[in-house]
């Protein structure tokens, strides 16, 4: 038997008295108050995943643990590493860090992290992570005043603040640190045991226009800035013998278009969705036909979990909660949640 389990390490909140998993009876939940009320929330979002292999059902206790896996590592603010150190976890023994794309509020404990891993380890990322990223972070920029401009141009934004950039990867840095860039455009399995998997995304195709965006922006060849469609963003899931686990960073490729693509590769039911689903901005149009979507998916025993975080924001849970009869329900989760399924 495996056992899986996935903990929010780094959140945008800290729920200290979070009781929905008991007031829902959420068996497959684990929430310690205690570590939550120590920890620190940011904008950010990293996992720290564990798959244990059990040889004894009748003794679910005496369990080893096969891979660990660290997914995204939260923001700049060592949020993930003062989230593991209450927790009193060790990373001597990380397999491998996933990072989903290339973003501040996701890398920005990747450093920090390496000093405390005293092997080499892999770091799955895409070449999209060698490009200079701008986010606007004022209202009056507009889409033309970054659009094919030269650096140059843009520089009085970025002192003033009302644009701030991504750096690219720092090859020097992680080698110095024994991480071991490998960059990839294709699905990854990462581990395949006992009829289970676990499968890093490729590039995921965006087939549904809704999910299209143009407002983000890299220097990515020239000197120039050019629209970013993050191409490195991806997810991880986790197959078992009869269902699949969602485990999402920002999900900038839409929601629609991520479940696609993973069930392009499994057609197993899905039974949780776990992390950002990018939908704080989205239009109500948007949210309608993504709640629809949900609502049309082949579910796992006639039911699906999910748990938008992050960058999601609060109109999309009540509006699948809303929307949805019992057999679809969304929750928010706290930094310190512990997810735990077995197959």
């Given amino acids: ?46 996992f720290l995943i564990k798959v244990f292999e059990i040889e004894d059902s009748s003794q679910p206790e005496n369990k080893t643990l096969i891979n660990k896996l660290i997914f995204d590592t939260g923001g700049q603010n060592s949020t993930f ?12 023994d990380v397999d491998a860090i996933i990072l989903s794309h290339w973003h501040y509020d996701h890398n920005g404990g990747l450093y920090d992290i390496l000093t405390e891993i005293d092997h080499k380890v892999p770091i799955y ?5 060698n490009y200079e990223r701008f986010f606007r972070r004022s209202a009056d920029v507009s889409l033309e005043d970054l659009k094919q ?3 140059e141009e843009i520089i009085p934004l970025l002192n003033q603040m009302k644009i701030v950039n991504q750096e690219p990867l720092d090859f020097d840095e992680i080698s110095k640190l024994n991480g071991e860039i490998k960059f990839i455009e294709n699905k990854v399995d990462l581990l395949d045991k006992d009829s289970f998997k676990v499968i890093c995304a490729g590039e995921i195709p965006r087939n549904y226009l809704d999910e299209d965006f143009s407002d983000y922006f890299a220097i990515m060849e020239e000197d120039i800035l050019e629209v970013d469609k993050i191409l490195d963003d991806k997810c991880l899931f986790f197959e078992f013998k009869d269902r699949i686990i969602m485990l999402n960073g920002c999900c900038h490729s839409g929601l629609k278009n991520t479940v696609d693509y993973v069930q392009s590769i499994s057609n197993k039911p899905i039974s949780h969705i776990i992390g950002g689903f990018h939908m704080a901005s989205a239009s109500d149009e948007r949210i309608k036909t993504t709640v629809e979507y949900v609502k049309n998916l082949d579910l796992f025993k006639e039911k699906l979990f999910l748990f938008p975080i992050h960058c999601t924001g609060d109109k999309f849970l009540r509006e699948v909660n809303r929307n949805t009869d019992e057999t679809i329900q969304a929750f928010d989760a706290s930094v310190g949640t512990k997810f735990v399924f077995k197959g």
């Fill in 1 to 46: 038997m495996i056992e899986l389990e996935i903990e929010i390490i780094t959140n945008n909140i800290v729920i200290p008295f979070q009781q929905f998993h008991k007031e829902h009876n959420l068996e497959f939940i684990e929430f310690n108050k205690l570590f939550a009320t120590q920890s620190i929330a940011e904008h950010g979002l990293g």
């Fill in 81 to 92: 590493i003062h989230n593991l150190s209450v927790r009193g976890y060790q990373m001597y």
């Fill in 125 to 129: 990322t895409h070449e999209a992570a």
């Fill in 149 to 151: 401009k030269h650096r």
